[in-house]
């Protein structure tokens, strides 16, 4: 049997509770407009240093900082 990209199942990841996750907004539009994940808490932070690494970004960006309750 041959098996393709598009056949394949994907894993869903498992987060221990209190794990903090940074995703950048990438939506059009307010980014009060994002709906979190069941069982996550979330706040938008607009900043111009990158929040994972520290280091400086050439502009500010909205980040959206997740957090498994």
Not at 28 to 45: E, F, M
Request: aromatic share 8%; charged share 25%; hydrophobic share 40%.
């Amino acid at each position: 049997m041959i098996h393709t990209a598009t056949s394949r199942r994907r894993m869903a990841a498992i987060y221990a509770p209190g794990t903090v996750r940074a995703r950048r907004w990438h939506g059009a539009g307010d980014v009060r407009g994002y709906r979190l994940p069941s069982g996550w808490s979330a706040r938008a932070d607009l900043t111009d240093i990158h929040p994972i690494t520290g280091r400086a970004l050439p502009r500010a960006l909205w980040w959206l900082i997740e957090t498994k309750e």
